[in-house]
């Protein structure tokens, strides 16, 4: 492989700024392109065949920013389509699922583990697959949570009653003891961590943007420069993208946010 100067990011919307925060943080120097497909957001609701060609589209607008790899920013687009993107691009692809399936591993005492994540992502049946691979005696429960991936693209805090009851909500599935680990199988969700784990003490959280970006450290040839420089674009100019970003990255801004039309891709 190469050595990597410059990395594609891409998720549905915002979701993939956890990702990139990551990256971030274990990976210094890079050129970033992070695309934001806000116009057709959210993925998780759509039929395996939609998303597909969503992603089909994303990976092709980065390959035209000559990026030399690319990262599924997506937990469903990484459930649904990860195979066919690696198989039919010629740059390497990079998915969500593997390392946060290590960690949840690593870090579940009793092997029962939790999956929060899309409609289409638990419909998918990809974490549990990947999890029992590595640990057979591996038990995974899952809950879908719709509500999630609106409520943060529409700037809903962690600390709002709307956010709180939803979480509440959806952690009833994981009630009981039921489980010591819960994979956040969206890269929506750590937004609300913190939510999720004054909900929830004593279970550990899996960010998998954090799991992926610490694989990537350590396997990734990377060609570092001397800072990080991210390029954001989105599919549709109207969602006020940079101002809901700047209260979540803690790494690098949102500074300028471009529009592009993504069906030209």
Avoid: W
């Amino acid at each position: 492989m190469k050595r990597i100067r410059r990395l594609g990011v891409f998720d549905s919307g915002l979701g993939g700024l956890t990702v990139l925060n990551e990256i971030c943080k274990y990976n210094e120097g890079l050129e970033i392109v992070y695309f934001g497909d806000t116009a057709r957001v959210p993925y998780g609701s759509r039929s395996d065949e939609t998303i597909l060609s969503y992603a089909r589209q994303d990976v092709r607008f980065l390959m035209a920013q000559e990026v030399d790899a690319v990262v599924v920013a997506c937990g469903t687009v990484s459930a649904i389509a990860i195979d066919r993107l690696q198989a039919e691009m010629d740059i390497p692809i990079f998915g969500v699922i593997p390392s946060a399936a290590k960690a949840a591993v690593e870090s579940s005492r009793t092997k029962r583990i939790g999956l929060i994540g899309t409609a289409a992502t638990v419909r998918s049946g990809a974490y549990k697959r990947t999890i029992t691979q590595i640990e057979p005696r591996a038990e995974v429960v899952a809950e879908a949570c719709p509500l999630l991936v609106p409520l943060i693209e529409n700037g809903c805090k962690p600390d709002d009653e709307l956010a709180e009851l939803a979480c509440k909500r959806y952690l009833e599935a994981f009630g009981g003891g039921r489980v010591d680990t819960i994979v956040m199988g969206c890269t929506h969700y750590p937004f609300y961590r913190r939510t999720f784990e004054r909900l929830a003490p004593g279970v550990s959280f899996i960010d998998i943007g954090e799991a992926l970006a610490r694989e990537l450290a350590s396997l990734l040839p990377l060609a570092k420069g001397e800072s990080t420089r991210v390029s954001y674009y989105v599919s549709d100019s109207d969602t006020g993208f940079g101002e809901i970003a700047s209260r979540f990255l803690t790494v690098v801004e949102a500074k300028e946010v471009r529009p592009v039309n993504i069906e030209k891709y």
